[in-house]
């Protein structure tokens, strides 16, 4: 009773138009990019890295977390005298 006209295809094709994204653990993406586990948490608390909350961990977008890394900028030299102008330590002047 196996009618071609009525046949169904059981395993639709997934479409990729996009890719999977590779996701890992905070401690597997700071020890895939040499970086502290601290500083790769921070990130991803803040918002400022695409992670997810699986449960108890966080699973980092290890794609977008490289992007975030190579399009941050450095401070320039200038940036950081002004920056440190008004939260350096300066000594007290004492009045005798």
Not at 8 to 29: A, G, H, L, Q
Not at 68 to 81: C, F, G, K, P, V
Request: aromatic share 6%; charged share 25%; glycine share 4%.
């Amino acid at each position: 009773m196996s009618n071609p006209a009525f046949a169904v295809d059981c395993k639709p094709e997934i479409k990729r138009s996009r890719s999977i994204p590779r996701m890992e653990t905070i401690k597997n993406t700071a020890k895939l990019f040499g970086l502290p586990e601290h500083l790769v948490r921070q990130k991803v608390l803040s918002g400022e890295v695409v992670a997810i909350s699986a449960g108890r961990r966080y699973l980092v977008n290890v794609d977008k977390f490289a992007e975030y890394l190579n399009s941050n900028t450095i401070s320039t030299s200038a940036d950081q005298e002004e920056s440190t102008e008004y939260t350096a330590i300066r000594p007290i002047p004492v009045k005798l």
